[in-house]
């Protein structure tokens, strides 16, 4: 959200290219962490706890449409 503020201030061309470049490498670091952890929970067998929010869109999606 830094980056977005930091690229509206400017009005240079390159200033927005780099804050948009900025702002991919971000979208790609965290998806990466994403994709590292739950692969890891997935190898290494753990499973999601229960939770009230869980449960309501279990029963919300498993209805008949």
């Known amino acids: ?3 977005v503020v ?3 201030k400017g009005s ?3 200033r927005e290219r780099v804050a ?3 702002i991919g490498l971000s979208y790609l670091l ?3 962490y994403v994709f590292i952890d ?3 929970s997935l190898l290494e067998g753990h499973h999601s706890d229960r939770s009230f929010l869980g449960i ?3 029963a919300d999606f498993s ?3």
């Open 1 to 3: 959200s830094s980056l």
């Open 12 to 14: 240079n061309p390159e």
């Open 20 to 22: 948009l470049k900025l």
């Open 56 to 58: 309501i869109l279990f």
């Open 6 to 8: 930091w690229e509206l």
């Open 38 to 40: 739950a692969s890891k």
């Open 30 to 32: 965290v998806s990466a």
């Open 63 to 65: 209805r008949e449409r």
